[in-house]
């Protein structure tokens, strides 16, 4: 069974542009979670997706939005880019709420 | 408000002895999971074991066991037979039960001698 896949895996952007991460969750797993990993605040969630839905959102500015498609592959969009944005960008795939939750490698995004 | 702490920024073992990292956490939740990560140096963030609040017996798999004190809000990780590979940041993350969301510790950095 193939894991969470999350591309791409390194990005480079100039401050103001946008950027789009993908994330690929497990097969038949219907939740995808974003998570920001930085030195300084550590592990943050930022939003989860289920069935197309948003269920719940983290306290981040609406900068940072994203989707979820009909197959489960989730987008994550972070629009007018600070230089505080650079980061680890994780996602998480479940089931659902309960149980397992699986991680792919990240994209790391470095804004300059 | 839900917390998880890890209280050990850095920790050292030897190859091959056994090594506990210590997680505890806050939550007035009746439902919710916990879980360790391992996160090498290339950020992969690696799942190793769960304990859901219901399951009585400590979960354990392969070399990873999970101390699980439920009295205490307790949840260590125990590391048996540590291995050069074992050398990375380890997380303890407990998920809301109503949420879904997973709220991470700071996380240890073990490294392991040989």
């Known amino acids: 069974k193939a894991g969470v896949t999350q591309t791409p895996r390194y990005l480079i952007k100039t401050r103001g542009q946008q950027v789009t991460l993908s994330c690929s969750p497990i097969s038949g797993h219907r939740s995808v979670s974003w998570y920001q990993q930085t030195p300084g605040q550590g592990l943050q969630f930022l939003f989860e997706y289920f069935s197309e839905t948003q269920r719940n959102k983290g306290n981040f500015p609406g900068r940072f939005s994203g989707r979820q498609f009909s197959n489960s592959r989730s987008e994550m969009n972070v629009s007018t880019l600070e230089l505080g944005d650079s980061a680890l960008y994780l996602c998480?795939?479940?089931?659902?709420?309960?149980?397992?939750?699986?991680f792919g490698q990240g994209t790391r995004l470095t804004v300059v | 408000a839900q917390k998880i702490t890890q209280t050990q920024p850095g920790m050292f073992v030897q190859e091959k002895e056994a090594v506990t990292l210590d997680c505890t956490y806050d939550t007035s939740d009746q439902s919710y999971g916990l879980f360790w990560y391992k996160q090498p140096s290339s950020g992969e963030m690696i799942f190793l074991i769960y304990?859901?609040?219901?399951?009585?017996q400590n979960a354990t798999e392969g070399r990873y066991s999970l101390n699980f004190q439920k009295a205490r809000k307790s949840a260590n990780l125990v590391i048996s037979a540590s291995q050069l590979g074992d050398s990375a940041m380890y997380f303890c993350a407990m998920r809301e039960g109503n949420t879904g969301k997973l709220i991470f510790g700071q996380g240890t950095t073990l490294q392991v001698k040989p």
């Open positions: 998480a795939s479940s089931l659902d709420r309960a149980g397992g939750a699986f």
């Open positions: 304990q859901g609040s219901y399951d009585e």
